[in-house]
């Protein structure tokens, strides 16, 4: 486990305006006949921010290979 149980707590708390917004965006753009097309890629997007932001905000370290 990278985070204690406080951590993600606090982190839960922090970043559910964001999840909110983006849930109701993706909403919004299923919506859309065209614009749903572009779903899957702006959801992986958003998931991968929302995840950095994430770490950043708990000074977890970062460790890509």
Do not use: D, Y
Not at 8 to 26: D, S, V
């Amino acid at each position: 486990m990278l985070i204690s149980v406080e951590q993600q707590t606090a982190l839960r708390r922090e970043q559910r305006p964001a999840i909110f917004a983006l849930g109701l965006l993706l909403c919004l753009l299923m919506r859309i006949p065209v614009f749903n097309l572009l779903l899957p890629a702006l959801l992986c997007t958003s998931v991968c921010h929302l995840q950095r932001r994430g770490w950043r905000a708990t000074g977890a370290a970062i460790k890509v290979e």
